[in-house]
Every structure is written in C-alpha cells, then in structure tokens.
C-alpha cells in the first residue's frame, strides 16, 4: 500500500509539473507571437520619444518570453537593457521625426554606473537643440540624479524627491552561523579583502570601513557636482540641501534650492509637450516608447552593410556562479571567435562582475591575453568590475570606468564551513577511512588540521600573487605597485583612474569609440556578443539556472540575494576572486 501511494503520488506530481511547463510554453508562444507582431513600428512627424525607466535597467535585454510572463505574473515591468535605451537615444538626437525626450524614470532600478551613461546620452541628446523633460510622483535618489540631466524637472504636487547622500549597509551572519553550530574555516590575502567578514565579524572592520569611506565620498563629490553642473547651481548648495533631507520638509525647499523646476500634475506636463511639438491640446502626442523605437531604423540608412565590426562582448554577472551570471567556459569561446573572426577588428569587453571563480578568471584573462595579440581591446565597465571582474579586464589595451564604477579588489580569499557542531546538535556524527593524509580534504564535518590550513593559505598566497603579476603585466608596471593598491581594496572609477588601475573615465560608446581608433578604422558597425538567442533557445534556456534566480526574486524580493550568498558557498571554487560582501548604495 506505500509503495502503491508513493508511486500515485509521484504521478500526479509529475503530471502537475508536465501541466505546468506546457501552459508555461502556451503562454511563452502567445508571447512571443505578440512580440513579433509589432516589429514594424511608424514614427510620425513631431514626435516625442518616451523613456519609460520605471523597474529594472540591465546591460542587455532582448524579448525574453519567461521574463515577459514574471513580469506580468508580479505585476512588475520588464527589464529594459541599456544597450537598447542608449541606442534609441544616439538615434533620436539624428532623427528630424524626434522632437524631443519625456522622461518618467522616478524609481529606476540600477547602479550609478549605469544612470551616468543614460545621463550623459540625454546630455548629448540635448545639444542638438532638443529638449529632454522629466516627471515623477517619486523621485528616488538615482533617479534624481539622472533627471537632473533634464531641460525641466517636474515633481507631482504631493510627489517626494529623495536627496540625501549615500550610504552602504551590510548584512552579517557570525551571529546565525554560531546559533547553528557552523565555523567558517577563513583563508585570504588581502588586507581590505573584506569579502569572508560577514561570516567571520558583527560588523565592519576599520579596513572595510575605510574602504568604503573612500569609494562613497568618492561618489558623492562626483554625483554632486555634476547635479550642480546641470541645475546651474554650486556644489556647496547641493550638499547644504541634502544635509536638509529636503524629503520630508516644506514644498518650498525643493524649488528654493533649485532642484527642480515645479510641482506638475501629469496631465499639465502632457500640455506642455503638446505646446512644444505643436500639437493641439485636444489630440494625442505623437509618443513612442523606447523599447519600441529600438527596432526603428532611421530614413535613408539601411544596416549591416559595413564589413569592418567591433565586436561588444559582455561578462555580466559572478564569474561561474551558481545562478547564472558569467560561465568561463562559454565567455572565453565568445572571446575566442571574435579573435579569430577577420571582419572583427576591435573588441570591446563590457565588464559587470563582482568577480567569483579564481580559477574561471584565469581562464577568461587568458583569452583576453590572445586576443590583444592580434586586435585592440578595450574594456568598458559598468557598475562592477572588482576582483575577478577586474582580473578579465587588466589585459587589455586600454580600461575605461565610470567614476562611480566600482572596481580593484586585487585579492583573493577562500571560506569552507566546520559544520561538525551541527551535525552533532542534530545527532549526526560521522566517521572515516582513508589511505593517505589528506585523502578526506577538504572535509565540512570536521575543523582543518594545522598542515591542511597550512596548504589551503599557502595555495592562496600563490594565487594573489598570480592576480599581481596578470595586474601588473597587463598595467605596465611592477607587482610591488599593484600590491600597494591591491590587498582586496575597492575603488571607484575616479580613485582608480589617479592610482592608474583604469585609463579613461567614460561608457560604452567611448570604448568603442577608442577600439576604432586604434584599429584604424572610420566606418564599421557594432555587433553585440554573445549572440541574441532564438526565441526557443531563450525558452529552453529560461528553464535552467537563470529561470530559478528570476522565480527566486519573484517571490523573496531582496531578501532572495541573501540566500543566494549562502548557496554558494556550497558550490563554489575553493578559491574566489570576488567583490566585499553585496555592496549596494542607495
């Protein structure tokens, strides 16, 4: 009868799941059908160009169904790429049918880094004499900082704007990890590398504070300044303003200061636009949404006719991480095609990684290495590039951040658990045979022996000095050089551009801008790397690891990277090249 049970049971769950994944398909073919129906999009005369940046902005999208169908299970939006909103831009500044930009991007989702290459497109934008205005019932602070780059700043009327300077918080585990009977077995070089504190200390060590002490100063003066910049104001009003925390004061604070430009209903900012398109109060504007018009292509140019290409590579994510992210082994492949493909002239890497797999970035600087043999590279960071995600960048011709990337963390560490003392609060003990003397290593029931400890630091002393030597190789210069500012600790793009670990502040069309100088070409056209899946690769695709990291925030919210932290300490590569803790400013 349990047998008979267990097998019913078994049954009926499988045919549950098997129901799942085919309403799943349905739902994804309806999807993709309706994605593909509205390919051909029509720009009218006097338009405006609508960047709806509510939600999330990632380096690269395309019509991904299982993340269409998330988003509208959550009710949430979809993620849009910057590859496409930075395109879409660059087009409509040469587009006579774009009057303009309307902005509502009051609770953008993405890092400094990211917001600094939309702003300094919408400041491009407006130099060709077209106007950019923002509004918003909620301005968080990002997404302040990036209307600020707007002709107008309009604010709902019972509306709040956050301004208030940056912080950082970091979540420990010493605490649960005793209360569970788990030591963590630390071994690192690096005297910032502050990755293992969470499991290790309550709070911030005096090196890990320091650090980002620098780094978010750092950020402020240059986030700061460039509001001031845009707002025709002074930089000491700016701060003077913040230390108000206009958010909860009077109404009248926010237009005194200058931050913005007045308190608007939505429908007044449409009448404004109307004005300024020339269209009558009693139409509709001639809008067209970002996402939309990237599919557009502008009158009398036609694409893929030039034979020269850069190629745009992108590492995105934790180097060989267990939820997605950077996969060593595919990223070198793609690095190593773009070498040997004689139509791609120059590569660009574009680089968000906190880093991850010593062992997997090695692999990736190596076909890095290769590839600058034969053809410029040139890396372009995004809002990460630190530890393993600076190791795949030192390679290169030329390094260009932005100066709110944060990136360095030259060192390494290595973290196992001791969970003996679990094990025995549940009863389980455990016992062993073995025919050598570390055979059993490295074990997670048991402490490391004095000799095991001793093999463990010393394999992590010779990896750094490994990461030295790529850093100092790839920079021109010594390892004792790198070493001073090594030792784990994270910098921001303008702090790494004075102490020469990056050579140029700027974003992707920078990089690629160098990349065609240096090879020496005027016309040529971009491709992006790896390719865009088909629709039922993406489909097949969704199924698998980066499907569960997608449900896993679907349905724990922020809380989901915590656990995802803890996860990977079970499969992770003994010895990590990764970024301190999950470093997230405000």
């Known amino acids: 009868m349990n047998k008979f049970f267990k097998y019913f049971l078994a049954v009926v769950l499988g045919s549950m799941v098997s129901a799942f994944f085919f309403i799943l398909g349905i739902v994804m073919f309806i999807t993709i059908l309706a994605s593909t129906a509205s390919k051909d999009v029509t720009v009218k005369d006097d338009s405006i160009l609508v960047l709806d940046l509510n939600g999330p902005v990632v380096e690269r999208t395309t019509s991904d169904p299982f993340d269409m169908m998330l988003s509208q299970l959550s009710g949430q939006k979809s993620p849009k790429g910057l590859n496409q909103i930075l395109a879409s831009i660059k087009k409509a500044k040469e587009d006579d049918r774009i009057r303009g930009i309307y902005m509502e991007a009051g609770m953008i989702s993405t890092g400094y880094a990211s917001i600094e290459e939309i702003r300094n497109a919408l400041i491009d934008f407006r ?5 950019v205005h923002s509004y918003a019932p909620i301005y968080s602070q990002r997404a302040y900082y990036l ?6 700043v309009y604010l709902n009327p019972t509306g709040m704007l956050e301004f208030k300077g940056l912080s950082s918080a970091y979540t420990f585990f010493k605490g649960t990890l005793e209360k569970l009977g788990v030591e963590m077995q630390v071994f690192k070089h690096g005297e910032f590398k502050s990755a293992v504190e969470p499991f290790i200390l309550e709070s911030m060590s005096d090196e890990a504070r320091l650090q980002t002490e620098t780094y978010l100063n750092s950020m402020w003066e240059h986030i700061t300044t460039k509001i001031a910049e845009s707002r025709n104001l002074d930089v000491e009003s700016v701060i003077a303003t913040a230390e108000l925390f206009p958010t909860f004061r009077e109404d009248t604070l926010l237009i005194s200061s200058g931050l913005i430009d007045g308190f608007r209903y939505k429908d007044e900012v449409l009448s404004e636009l109307k004005k300024l398109t020339g269209i009558e109060e009693e139409k509709d504007l001639n809008a067209i949404g970002v996402m939309k018009y990237a599919d557009v292509y502008l009158p009398g140019k036609r694409k893929g006719l030039e034979k020269n290409k850069i190629a745009v590579v992108y590492a995105i994510g934790e180097i060989d991480g267990t939820s997605g992210g950077i996969n060593s082994e595919k990223l070198s492949r793609t690095i190593r095609q773009a070498r040997r493909d004689s139509t791609i002239k120059a ?3 574009r680089i968000n990684s906190p880093g991850g797999s010593g062992l997997g970035s090695e692999i990736i600087w190596r076909e890095v290495k290769l590839a600058q043999e034969v053809k410029p590279v040139v890396v372009s960071m995004g809002d990460l590039a630190a530890s393993g995600g600076y190791y795949i960048a030192c390679a290169a011709d030329t390094i260009i951040a932005h100066p709110t990337t944060l990136t360095g963390s030259i060192g390494v560490f290595g973290l196992i658990p001791n969970t003996q003392e679990l094990l025995r609060k549940m009863g389980i003990t455990t016992d062993r045979v073995k025919t050598n ?23 992590i002393e010779r990896f750094y000095y490994v990461f030295l030597q790529r850093c100092a190789d790839g920079r021109d210069t010594t390892t004792d050089a790198i070493n001073i500012v090594g030792e784990g600790r994270v910098w921001s793009g303008e702090n790494a551009l004075g102490i020469d670990l990056v050579d140029k502040l700027g974003g992707v069309s920078d990089a690629v801008a160098v990349a065609a100088r240096m090879a020496d070409i005027e016309t040529y056209r971009v491709v992006e790397l790896p390719e865009v899946l088909s629709p039922i690769e993406q489909i097949m695709k969704g199924l698998g690891g980066d499907a569960r990291a997608r449900v896993g925030k679907f349905f724990f919210g922020e809380e989901y990277q915590i656990f995802q932290t803890i996860q990977d300490l079970k499969t992770a590569y003994p010895v990590q090249a990764r970024i301190p803790y999950e470093i997230s400013v405000n």
């Open 127 to 131: 130099e060709s004499g077209k106007f």
């Open 347 to 349: 590569i660009v890497l």
């Open 437 to 459: 003397t570390f055979a059993d290593m490295p074990s997670l029931d048991r402490p490391f022996t004095r000799e095991e400890k001793e093999l463990m630091q010393g394999y």
């Open 147 to 152: 209307a600020s780059a707007a002709d107008r």
